[in-house]
């Protein structure tokens, strides 16, 4: 799963963009905070994906 997948996975499940830092989108949600990494199509490596996934409560 590419960046912007998961940005646009989360968008869909309440997360809001804080700010852009680079190449790092910072969303929140219900007092939570996460980065998620946006560099062009290449894919999240899946054990940084899983952690993401897994803290944003999406896994």
Known sequence: MSG???LKKAQQNGWVVDRIN???HIVKKDGKT???P???DKDIPTGLLNKILKRMDLK
Do not use: A, F
């Open 22 to 24: 680079g190449s790092h």
């Open 34 to 36: 996460e980065t998620i």
């Open 38 to 40: 946006v560099h062009g």
């Open 4 to 6: 912007k997948e998961l």
